[in-house]
DNA sequence: CACGGTGAGTTCCCTTACGGAACTCACGAT
DNA sequence: ATCGTGAGTTCCGTAAGGGAACTCACCGTG
């Protein structure tokens, strides 16, 4: 757990950020994403030690962005699946990928590709307004105070 | 607490998050993309510490994501402000927003709105498809060595 | 039956980063 | 001459991360 607890903040960002945003746990949900679900599995793609692992599951868990499921008894092994919550995350991860895709990349050019299912293209994600259809950038939009915002 | 270093794994959301990831660092792009540009008003709004407020700084800066701008000089002053780099990376931030309004805003609702200057409206928004124009949802996307796999 | 292997953690120690407060420095204003 | 301000830097105690070793429950083989 990070040193300050984000989760009290009046803000969706921080408390996103308490849930999935400590050290290694996106890479976590990025590998449930991908098919990397057990633990000796996640400690040995991501390099993460044992101890850490152990810790950020847990919290995932608690958080419900991971099932911690039996698919083995006798004796009991488990595998980290995600849950809707979890799944609804890797928007995220995918426009982070992106992001990274063209901002870190360099040369060699990205690393994975992200191909769409129902059209079959390799594809770039763009943002929309769900309202007028056209694409939003951070340059487009302004903030406001919601209904969740403390007097 | 040494940290990995996950800017030289094989993964654009590791590399993102070798740039952005660190604690604080995206309250700090986000109150960049608001208008808190300065030290002390930085560190007033997030709580911060100020040694890791100009450690963050000094990262993000290193990283092309934030200009240090003088804003006046004798004595010499300077603010924070995203350059392209770090302004599209405030297109992860919003995604990260609106997971956060849905998944950890409780009754209380958002505590902020992102109205689209464009249309006026309040927005949600939509991840599309730039080849087919269809919402993208991670589950249906697959994923694919591309040319920056490592062999 | 003893032995080794496997998956899923837990424990221990060491180092480093964070939190918080105090301090500095260069100026401008009173 | 002193106070205030913005932008940091320094110092110290504590807690979190890294890494290796250890545990525990079971299974398969000789």
């Known amino acids: 757990m990070q040193r300050t607890d984000f989760s009290e903040m009046t803000c969706s960002i921080a408390r996103s950020l308490a849930v999935a945003g400590e050290p290694w746990s996106p890479l976590i949900l990025r590998d449930a994403w991908v098919g990397i679900n057990r633990f000796d599995d996640l ?14 599951l847990k919290h995932l868990v608690e958080a419900g962005m991971l099932e911690r499921r039996l698919y083995a008894e ?4 488990y595998e980290y699946v995600l849950t809707r919550k979890g799944f609804e995350f890797v928007d995220v991860l995918m426009v982070m990928a992106q992001w990274g895709d063209r901002w870190t990349a360099g040369d060699a050019g990205p690393p994975v ?4 299912r129902a059209c079959g293209e390799v594809t770039q994600i763009e943002l929309r307004c769900a309202e007028c259809g056209e694409i939003v950038t ?4 302004e903030v406001e105070p919601g209904p969740g915002m403390a007097a």
Chains 1, 2 share one sequence.
């Open 43 to 56: 400690q040995r793609d991501l390099g993460v030690s044992r101890k850490v692992l152990a810790e950020r």
């Open 74 to 77: 006798r004796p009991g092994r």
């Open 113 to 116: 590709l992200r191909r769409h």
């Open 138 to 141: 951070s340059s487009d939009v």
